[in-house]
């Protein structure tokens, strides 16, 4: 192995160790819950409940307020304009039954006798502390603050002063206790009036709270992630499904909920997964990267957004041969075992060991040119599968244009007398397997073997074969690569 790949490996070490090391440090993450509430996101145009889905939907409010801030809405009483809307200003708890039952609907099988129960209006008030109140103790509305920009139209290249708005979420501050008042006063007029301000809190703004922000929302406003818990390990089933959302491939994390030395409880990532089937009400996953603890019935997981795109860095290494490759890895299936179909796109540099040498080609006596070197462009495809919650094995194959090069000297002539660079054109085919380990997700590090055929096109390839051959490079056959996955 040459001295290059050498310091590459290194190098590529020393990128590893620092994150890796860094990641000890343990942040205590937000408190996810087992249920995934259907929060009121609040309009003044559209049903509320029709038009509210949390988790895999929100729809833009109607309420627009120039400059909003909790102080601004604050003053304009909004917490319990809020709680208005929820109660029909404090006269019926039919829109709060409605939520409920909807909530109660989403869980699993443990909770299917209550909503039998509200369904039947039988023993609500049994239910009331356990599927009422959570409603208003986790209220969110949505505020548009317009802003102007300026939009170019493409074709016109003319200019036009537009308005945009950008999306703030608030949430109404409801305690448990504030939360049963105000259920105790529902079609008691006088003790309905005598409830309290509730304050508004900022939670998360965003240029319209779409889908590329959802990942963002899920961390910051732990209320609004779809979640549900793991039923079964073996093979790995969680509780939510179609009915919420969900889809096949998408990645959820598991969580832990652990205790800190105060007594406040906490959630603990410890895994990851993806899910290869769904069904209504459930979804089989395969776990994708362990981190730390033991998976068990009953822990929490998060649908967590991505894009299913990956990008690689590798060092390349060929028998006097060396370089570097992007390589772009789209997930673009997903199987119930767990098996991952990829589509792969890359795009590499390569030179020779000893890139000073020189050298006169036999149909350009008179020029000397510097050793050769390639570049390639390609696409192909593999298969992955996870072992042991850290290793991902997955063979693979290329299909490249490489174009070879040797660039002249300019010793022998002057500039106005120089030759046309050699150039050949070659379609290589490299095949290989490639093992990933995950450090801290996505972070993984990678490490691919194989073999490399190489065919030349037309004849101007061969100035640069010849070469090859004089100095024992090889494009075609043994490989090996090692880089990052990010």
Not at 359 to 364: A, C, E, G, K, S
Not at 453 to 465: F, M, Q
């Amino acid at each position: 192995m040459n001295r290059f790949f050498r310091i590459a490996v290194c190098a590529l070490l020393i990128a590893v160790a620092v994150p890796f090391a860094s990641a000890k440090k343990q942040k205590i993450a937000k408190l996810y819950d087992s249920k995934s509430w259907i929060v009121p996101v609040v309009s003044d145009r559209f049903d509320l409940i029709e038009n509210a889905e949390l988790g895999s939907k929100m729809y833009p409010i109607e309420y627009n307020v120039p400059n909003a801030d909790e102080s601004q809405l604050n003053a304009m009483n909004f917490g319990n304009t809020i709680v208005n809307i929820l109660t029909k200003n404090g006269t019926s708890e039919e829109l709060l039954r409605k939520i409920a039952l909807k909530n109660m609907q989403k869980q699993d099988e443990e909770f299917a006798s209550e909503t039998m129960r509200v369904g039947s209006g039988d023993n609500v008030a049994n239910v009331v502390a356990e599927d009422y109140l959570p409603i208003l103790t986790h209220c969110y509305f949505i505020v548009n603050t317009p802003f102007t920009y300026t939009y170019t139209d493409p074709k016109t290249k003319r200019k036009e002063e537009r308005t945009g708005y950008r999306s703030h979420l608030y949430r109404v501050v409801i305690s448990n206790d504030e939360a049963f008042d105000i259920m105790s006063c529902i079609g008691d007029p006088q003790r309905y009036a005598a409830l309290p301000k509730f304050k508004v809190e900022h939670a998360f703004s965003s240029t319209g709270l779409a889908s590329e922000d959802s990942k963002k929302l899920t961390e910051q406003v732990p209320d609004l992630a779809l979640r549900g818990v793991i039923t079964r390990r073996h093979p790995a089933q969680i509780s939510i499904g179609e009915n919420a959302g969900l889809k096949k491939g998408d990645l959820v994390s598991v969580f832990s909920q652990r205790m800190d030395k105060n007594g406040n409880m906490y959630s603990k990532r410890i895994s990851r997964a993806r899910v290869g089937k769904t069904w209504d009400d459930h979804a089989q996953v395969n776990f994708e990267a362990a981190m730390a603890g033991n998976r068990k019935n009953g822990d929490v997981v998060v649908r967590t957004p991505d894009n299913h795109l990956r990008a690689s860095l590798l060092a390349t290494y060929s028998p006097h041969v060396w370089g570097g490759e992007l390589l772009l890895d789209s997930k673009t299936g997903f199987t119930r075992s767990g098996i991952i179909h990829h589509f792969l796109f890359d795009l590499g540099f390569n030179m020779t060991d000893h890139p000073g040498d020189k050298f006169i080609v036999l149909d350009q006596p008179d020029y000397e040119f510097k050793a050769p070197m390639w570049w390639n462009v390609g696409m192909g495809y593999g298969i992955s599968k996870t072992f042991l919650g850290f290793m991902d094995f997955m063979p693979y194959f290329l299909v490249q244009y490489e174009g070879g090069f040797m660039i002249d000297t300019g010793s022998l002539l002057d500039e106005n007398n120089k030759a046309k660079n050699p150039y050949g054109s070659f379609v290589r085919v490299p095949i290989g397997l490639r093992f990933s380990f995950n450090i801290g997700y996505p972070l993984r590090l990678a490490i691919e073997g194989g073999y490399a055929l190489n065919y030349g096109i037309g004849g101007k390839h061969k100035v640069i074969t010849q070469t090859c051959d004089l100095m024992g490079a090889k494009r075609k056959g043994f490989f090996l690569n090692l880089g990052l996955i990010f």
